[in-house]
């Protein structure tokens, strides 16, 4: 097993980190670029692993995707240019990647099979498969269709009028894309708002939806064309920073082009009631997806209660949220989360058992975590669980550790940021 030394930093963290392309965004660019009719070239792409799985599957599906240095381009032939693979369609570690792909296969005539790693064999698929089955798609897989191996055969779609139980982007997402393809009009009922990139791309690709409080409705057959796309830095990647510029003493840190979309600013919000000493200046607000540059400065911080409508805005920052909490003075307490457990790990347990290591004094409930400020963090071994996310936040609890951390797994990180070890490094004098 591969794991990583980590030093406690002896000084503040400075510097300026230009944070990568955002994980949602760059996954949508490929999808949409490669179901619409010409060219899209995407700029500042993630070459995440998960984002390369997408781009896997939409080469299995016959799409021409060249990956140059600084460029995605993608060879659009609409929905109908997609063909029946000859292979099996690799998730890899992607959530994303498998729900949207669904609702792209559930209105292609034809035969696929999709598998993904240890991980996503055990994420919930039937909020995906199920309402696509109301549409009238063939799909089958392990446990009733619940896990991986799934196989579907799609086709003609009725339209749906459906009301979400969970609050998720993708499976609102993979309702959208089958959606796109149903004859008729589909109506989509949100539990909690989510992030809205698929809406937004779909205008971006000149294709209309509306949106009414939590009411989407989206037209059948609708013929989406080409657009260029420049993806915003990630909001969720930058939030290790943010954490780690508000938690170690004598800490300055710029993080630039950060994409600061109303639906995944949540950490803002809380950083902001904890008393996060933050910056932000945004760019033009007019943009496709709106983005800025923040300051963070080591900051004194208080507890607070995290629950309700935010917690779909910040939900893949919920480990780092964890993390600085256990800096805080007080109380936090996270409600309403119980989503954590169906991540790439179930991360209630995964923060609760790794940060509980390191000396945190920290709880886990039935949907969320209570965790009591102000604790002095040790060293010691710890491990990614192969979440990539909790590889991240585990090494920034480093930095404040009084010894030496050995992180087990850090090659997840991968996952999402490839460059974090080199980003963080670059902020230690
Ligand atoms: O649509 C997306 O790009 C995502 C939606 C969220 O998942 P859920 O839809 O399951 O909440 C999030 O956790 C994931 O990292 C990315
Ligand atoms: C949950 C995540 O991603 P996905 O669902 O795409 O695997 C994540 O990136 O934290």
Redesign the pocket.
Known sequence: MEFIKLQPTMNGLEGVIEIPGD?SISHRSVMFGSIAQGVTRVTNFLPGD?CLSTISCFRKLGVVIEENENEIIIYGNGFDGLKEPNDLLDVG?????IRLLLGILAGRPFFSSLIGDHSIGKRPMTRVTEPLKTMGVQIDGRKNGEYTPLSIRGGHLNPIHYKMPVASA?VKSALILAGLQAEGETTIIEKAESRDHTERMIRKFGGEIQKDNRTITVKGGQKLTASDILVPGDI?SAAFFLVAGAIVPDSEIVLKNVGLNPTRTGIIEIMNKMGANLEIRQNAADAFEPAGDLTIKTSSLKGTVIEGDVIPRLI?EIPIIALLATQAEGKTIIKDASELKV??TNRIDTVVQELTKLGASIEATEDGMIIHGGTELKGGTVSSHGD??IGMMLAIASLLCKDQVELENPESISV?YPNFFSHLNSLKN
């Open positions: 994980k998960d570690n992607s959530g994303t990647t993708q969720s893949d991540k790439e990539h996310r999402s």
